[in-house]
């Protein structure tokens, strides 16, 4: 899994060339519909954040909303090609007529007629190839022209940003997994930009290190959450507080932070400030799941836990095949 993770820079290096070039496109779509589960379905929560002025769904159930129609360009984004609930909602967008572009390394998605088809790298855990699944997003968002600024140059930057930053990145990792490890993590943005980041953290903590975290958004914890804080007080030297700052957020919501700090103050097991580098949005956004990402691994091999396998999931699996 340490492979995987540090890979991150060149799968955004080497995914930026698997977006097929389409001839001009006639028909324009005023919204984006991107469907994918897990660690697929993580890239359309990434690309919502970072274009905001884009109207852009995301979606991971087995239901479609009702208004998704015509003038529509879907994204189905399953790494392996089986999510059954992704391959449902192919079902239902054919049916809706809507443009469809699919992302996938294999699979019955992979024979799926489509408007684009991008065919990414396979043999990785899905949570381990976002590289590839997140860089042709904007790449097809552009083709499209629904976006008009080429993202590939953004890309490029981005991948050789972190190609500069992992080994420090990995250091600080290393640090905070012996805050985290055993805990029960708490983990907060302080915008909407970094709340699929926070997600992300979740997710990753939750399938690599076989750990259970929680995450929140501020404002909206301050209006309920907060009054929680603390109870059951058996469990308050258990828990981490973890704050994902955002240095452009709300400039109220960076009171509210420090405020909720006076408050906890010395009540849990630690507080945390992730503080992200980068020059912009969305290196700041990979920095800090690249972070995210090592930081699992770190706590899994604390835990004497291997990161690769998700038993569960799969016995899940297996048990609905039957059904």
């Known amino acids: 899994m340490r492979e995987i993770i540090y890979s991150l820079p060149e799968q955004i290096l080497q995914a930026i060339d698997l977006v097929p070039n389409i001839y001009e496109r006639k028909k324009k779509y005023d919204k984006i519909l991107i469907c994918g589960m897990g660690g697929s379905g993580i890239s359309g929560e990434i690309l919502k954040s970072l274009y905001p002025h884009v109207q852009i769904i995301t979606n991971n159930d087995y239901l479609i909303p009702e ?20 391959l449902r909602n192919y079902r239902l967008l054919k049916k809706r007529k809507t443009g469809i572009v699919t992302i996938t390394s294999n699979g019955k998605l992979l024979r799926k007629s489509c408007q684009l088809r991008v065919k990414v790298p396979g043999g990785l855990p899905p949570r381990g190839a976002i590289g590839y699944l997140f860089t042709p997003l904007p790449m097809v968002v552009h083709k499209f022209h629904i976006i008009r600024k080429n993202p590939k140059k953004e890309l490029i930057s981005l991948a050789i940003f972190l190609q500069k930053e992992r080994e420090e990145v990995e ?16 983990i907060y943005s302080n915008s909407r930009l970094f709340v699929p980041v926070a997600r992300r953290w979740q997710c990753q903590l939750n399938e690599n290190a076989k750990m259970l975290a929680h995450i929140n958004i501020i404002p909206e914890m301050n209006h309920n959450e907060i009054v929680g804080l603390g109870r059951p007080e058996a469990l308050n030297k258990e828990m981490v507080l973890i704050f994902l700052n955002d240095p452009h957020a709300y400039p109220r919501n960076k009171i509210r932070v420090a405020v909720i700090k006076e408050i906890v103050k010395s009540m849990f097991s630690g507080i945390i400030d992730i503080n992200p580098a980068g020059t912009n949005n969305i290196q700041r956004l990979f920095w800090t799941i690249m972070l995210g990402d090592f930081v699992s691994y770190y706590c899994a091999l604390r835990a004497n836990v291997d990161p690769m396998p998700v038993t569960r999931i799969d016995y899940l699996k297996k048990r609905l095949s039957r059904s």
């Not at 360009?73 to 999510?83: C, D, F, M, P, Q």
């Not at 250091?171 to 708490?186: I, Q, R, T, V, Y």
């Open 171 to 186: 250091k600080k990792a290393k640090d905070l997994a012996k805050k985290m490890f055993n805990k029960l993590s708490l």
């Open 67 to 86: 208004y998704i129609g015509r003038d529509t360009l879907s994204i189905l984004i399953s790494y392996s090609g089986n999510t059954e609930e992704t």
